[in-house]
């Protein structure tokens, strides 16, 4: 495994984050997450505003933060859907702030991005639900939220890509395009690549494992919306663009899945970023390849919005 005088320094940062005050491995897991983003994602680049709301059900509330991009102030705005990662247990606003104002900007269109319920807490399919009825709301509220409910992405990052995933096979009439970041669709974790990079860098095989046991009760191991390298139709998924990242443990998941799309004849479309890690979206403060991956998500989601 050559890794780039870039990605080295990265690594022998990431060694150096001691998470404050773990009370236990989950909490370690999610802290750390916190660290590492805050401290390589690089400077956050300013939007013209962000609000805060919280969308009731019946039995919760689920957060959700709108980002409006810097220099647009239209109302019946293009709108994107986030869906963050974390291995479905970590992860929210501040771990992928940095993104999403970059994402915000360059494609100029609002960003909606869902806190949803994480596991332990709230196994699956808590967080699945939560994305879906967040979803619901905003096409039922576009016109008061200034946006066009017929010019929606959702983009999803790692566990949020997973999670896209399910969520477009089941309302994909609604969006107009998906992104998927490094996704992570399978918990088998029996690949070549989870093979290769078993110990690292960023993710490790054993992390994996207590993730996939903390957010999917046995009883759905075979579900295709919990596991999406499961599923088999695809009818609803609108043009999608997947990210796959050289050194990534899931590398090998999100080939197949691109493999079990345009099997099935969607329209889909796989960049593949030499050298890079997983995570990679976390790291513009010393990664050039961060904004690269910004402008290739934005060149698509303009194809598809008006």
């Known amino acids: 495994m050559q890794l780039t005088p870039k990605i080295n320094q990265i690594l022998n940062h990431l ?15 999610r802290k750390y997450l916190e660290a590492m983003t805050l401290q390589l994602s690089g400077k956050k680049e300013a939007v013209a505003m962000i ?9 919760h509330q689920i957060p959700v933060r709108i980002y409006r991009p810097k220099g647009k102030a239209v109302q019946k705005s293009s709108a994107i859907i986030y869906i963050h990662g974390g ?27 869902i806190d949803y319920r994480l596991a332990p807490e709230h ?17 039922e509220n576009a016109e008061s939220l200034g946006i066009d409910r ?7 990052d790692s566990a949020g890509g997973g999670l896209s995933t399910a969520i477009s096979t089941q309302i994909g009439e609604l969006f107009k395009f998906q992104v998927l970041i490094y996704p992570a669709v399978d918990n088998q974790l029996n690949t070549k690549t989870w093979e290769t990079y078993e110990n690292g860098p960023v993710l490790n095989k054993q992390g994996g494992i207590d993730a996939w046991n903390w957010y999917l009760p046995k009883e759905e191991a075979h579900n295709p ?25 899931l590398a090998d998941d999100a080939k197949h899945l691109t493999m079990n799309m345009e099997n099935a004849g969607m329209s889909v479309k796989s960049i593949f970023y030499k050298d890079m890690v997983h995570g990679f979206m976390h790291m513009g403060e010393v990664l050039d ?15 598809y919005l008006g």
């Not at 196994?123 to 096409?139: E, H, R, S, T």
């Not at 390849?289 to 194809?303: H, L, V, Y």
């Open 15 to 29: 060694e150096k984050i001691q998470s404050f005050n773990p009370q236990n491995p989950l909490d370690d897991t």
């Open 51 to 59: 609000e805060e709301l919280d969308i009731p059900m019946a039995d």
């Open 225 to 249: 919306f919990a596991v999406p390298i499961l599923i088999k139709d695809f009818k609803n998924t609108p043009p999608t663009l997947i990210i796959i990242a050289e050194h990534d443990p």
């Open 150 to 156: 017929d010019q929606i992405g959702i983009i999803g």
């Open 123 to 139: 196994p699956f399919p808590a967080g699945l639900n939560d994305c879906l009825d967040a979803v619901q709301w905003v096409i």
């Open 87 to 113: 291995w479905f247990i970590a992860g929210g606003y501040e771990t992928h702030d940095a993104v999403v104002r970059k994402l915000a900007n360059k494609t100029e269109s609002v960003v909606i991005f």
């Open 289 to 303: 390849e961060t904004q690269s991956a910004i402008g290739e998500m934005a060149d698509f989601a303009r194809q």
